[in-house]
């Protein structure tokens, strides 16, 4: 059990290395990715803490709400896993190294490393810590604003791309943070603009780096085509900026 966390870690970052070195890598490869870890996160997490768990009903509340977890917060942590991904190609693109570990395989382990955090979090909280329930309002409110921005977001699962994106968008250079048009429309929902002031925040804090840059440009130019797009929308705008900046680069 000790090493299993390690083993599955190691095993996403191979996974991660394989579409680095795959020029032409796919969505469904990314959704694969991503859903491996949430899961990968989900079956540590719960090795360690069923067992701890006094009551039949308290160790299915926890699956129950890992799986409702996994849900609220997967695009959240997609973003989050992007922005390490953006600093790992930072670091590491200065050593020369010439390998195909700067991206991806910080995306997919740190996406998995968000999944447990939460998980993690839950689980105190059915042993009844009460800061616990505090980070879920504060952290889960808007999580679930952002996850579920319009009626088409009331999906059962997170994350419906698995079919080729054609073509991939053209990659263009970040020129303006875009993202107070949310904020300031009428015609979008408190989601949407909780979208909109999430990315006006993380905006300045991608690094100078060539995927990152690359990918923040593609972004901006997908969100000033259309503002008023939901969570999947920006899920599915998200991986074809992935894929873009990768092959452009």
Known sequence: MMF???ILLLLLAIFGISL???PNA???QLFIGFHIAGLSAMTVVSLWGLKQL??????YAFVFLQLLAFRIAYFPIVVFSATVACYSELFLSPLSINLPIEIFPALFVSAAILFAMIDVVLFWALKGKTVCYALIIIMGTPAVLISFADLNDLTFFPDNNWADINPLPKITQPQANPYQLALTSTNTSLGQKVIGFAGKVLYDF???APWGQAVQGTL???YLKNPEENSHDQLRNHY???LAAQRAL
């Open 240 to 242: 074809a900026a992935f």
């Open 220 to 222: 901006e130019q997908a």
């Open 26 to 28: 796919q969505v469904w």
């Open 54 to 59: 006094p009551s039949q009903f308290e160790r």
């Open 4 to 6: 299993f966390p390690l």
């Open 206 to 208: 991608i690094p100078q």
């Open 20 to 22: 680095e070195m795959n």
